[in-house]
């Protein structure tokens, strides 16, 4: 069985630049969170969905940031423009109905220069 | 005060030895608790619930003091393969409360 699936794996940009995420979680999962992790920290909360709900986006910053999940299924993490501050892992996770466990994909690591 | 804290270690022990890591937390109203597994650049991956019961699972030990706020984990006989970084994670459903520790690492020297 598939994985959470990111892409892209590693992103460079220039500050002020645009850049977006994509996650599909594992099939049939309802449950879809986007995190953010800092060097040496935990993850950091940014939204979660239920189906294509978003029921919970109070950490995402949301001058900047912008989060999808149209059909349900994939989504897309928005960052525009980005700061320097941004450059972080950005680890997407799915869970099915129990919500005992969070699957999570192998992240993006976004840096901006 | 942050929501979930951990000791961030490291923790530098033997191979074979016993080693113990807590957590706590600050949200009286957190009802689901878990230990997570990440190696170095690495997703994180689920180590184990926790329940008030507690719960043991081979070498790996969870604890719940509801009374203290704390969780914590025992690993027994350690190997070099326990070598990583060990999350906690709070969860508070109703308030979609979700919280991460910043997690403490562990190596395991031969």
């Known amino acids: 069985e598939a994985g959470v699936v990111q892409s892209p794996r590693y992103k460079i940009i220039e500050k002020k630049q645009p850049v977006a995420f994509w996650c599909n979680p594992i099939?049939?999962?309802?449950?879809l969170y986007w995190y953010r992790q800092n060097l040496g920290q935990g993850p950091e909360l940014l939204i979660r969905?239920?189906?294509?709900?978003?029921?919970?986006d109070s950490q995402l910053p949301k001058d900047r940031f912008s989060a999808e999940r149209l059909k349900g299924v994939d989504s897309t993490l928005k960052i525009q423009p980005a700061e320097l501050g941004d450059s972080a892992v950005y680890l997407c996770?799915?869970?099915?109905?129990?919500?005992?466990?969070?699957?999570f994909g192998p992240g993006t690591r976004l840096t901006v220069l | 005060r942050k929501e979930v804290e951990q000791d961030p270690g490291p923790f530098n022990v033997p191979e074979g030895a016993t080693v113990a890591f807590n957590c706590t937390y600050s949200?009286?109203?957190?009802?689901?608790f878990f230990w997570y597994r990440q190696d170095c650049r690495k997703e994180p991956k689920l180590l184990m619930s926790?329940?008030?019961s507690g719960n043991e699972d081979g070498r790996f030990t969870a604890q719940l003091n509801r009374a203290s706020q704390y969780i914590s984990l025992l690993i027994r006989d350690s190997k070099l393969s326990d070598s990583a970084t060990y999350l906690c994670?709070?969860?508070?459903?109703?308030?979609?409360?979700?919280?991460f520790g910043t997690g403490t690492s562990l190596t395991v020297i031969p």
């Open positions: 969905y239920e189906n294509e709900e978003a029921v919970d």
């Open positions: 099939s049939g999962h309802n449950t």
């Open positions: 949200n009286s109203a957190s009802q689901s």
């Open positions: 996770a799915s869970g099915g109905l129990d919500n005992n466990e969070q699957f």
């Open positions: 926790v329940y008030s």
């Open positions: 994670v709070v969860i508070e459903w109703g308030r979609n409360q979700f919280y």
